[in-house]
Nanobody, 125 residues
Framework: VQLQASGGGLVQPGGSLRLSCAAS????????MGWFRQAPGKEREFVAA????????WYADSVKYRFTISRDNAKKTLNLQMNNVKPEDTAVYYC???????????????????WGQGTLVTVSS
């Protein structure tokens, strides 16, 4: 599975931004796709994930009710709608994917086999 993230940029606090991750190769039925982020000087952390076939989505507490993960099945694209962004959301955002993850492993970075390149999000006035 190949992943290509896009959509990063500079956004003001309280603003919105939409990230996308184009996926190709492999099959999608048992795929779990997610977003992780890495802020300067910090470890990479889980943001959100969903099963491509539906049936569940997961969010880090820090982004719950502000970010929404979704997918466009026709375009084979994973999206992350970021609303009411905060300076602490500044990070490089990565999309990731893996097959047949159980719920208990979905937030674990080491559970994902496929990774896209990162896209930088900067929240600043």
């Amino acid at each position: 599975v190949q992943l290509q993230a896009s959509g990063g940029g500079l956004v003001q606090p309280g603003g919105s931004l939409r990230l996308s991750c184009a996926a190709s190769g492999g099959t999608f039925n048992d795929l779990v796709m997610g977003w992780f982020r890495q802020a300067p000087g910090k470890e990479r952390e889980f943001v959100a994930a969903m099963r491509w076939s539906g049936g569940g989505s997961w969010y880090a507490d820090s982004v719950k009710y502000r970010f929404t993960i979704s997918r466009d099945n026709a375009k084979k694209t994973l999206n992350l709608q970021m609303n009411n962004v905060k300076p602490e959301d500044t990070a490089v955002y990565y999309c990731a994917a893996s097959y047949r993850l159980i719920a208990g492993r979905i937030a674990r970075e080491d559970a994902y086999r496929y990774w896209g390149q990162g896209t930088l999000v900067t929240v600043s006035s």
